[in-house]
């Protein structure tokens, strides 16, 4: 993957990777560069399972609401 996100209103271009496995498991692995500072995003689905990981930090589990409302509309645009 490679492109720009203009979510927050600026261009931020982006690369890397989305893996889809079936219809409950994704990942997307990607390298922002927002304002010349580059930082990584990864996000994975499992199930009933999610965690997200944003630079350096620890990886956050994610609730069930969160994981609904975030990934399910995106697994479902991939597999379209």
Do not use: C, Y
């Not at 930082?39 to 399972?49: E, L, M, Q, Y």
Request: proline share 2%; glycine share 16%; hydrophobic share 40%.
């Amino acid at each position: 993957v490679k492109g720009t996100s203009h979510g927050t209103g600026a261009a931020i271009p982006l690369t890397g990777e989305v893996s889809v496995s079936g219809a409950d498991r994704l990942k997307i692995d990607l390298e922002i560069d927002a304002g010349g500072q580059k930082f990584r995003f990864v996000s994975t689905v499992d199930g009933a399972k999610g965690w997200v990981k944003l630079g350096g930090e620890e990886a956050k589990a994610m609730g069930k609401d969160e994981l609904a409302e975030e990934f399910r509309p995106i697994i479902g645009e991939v597999l379209a």
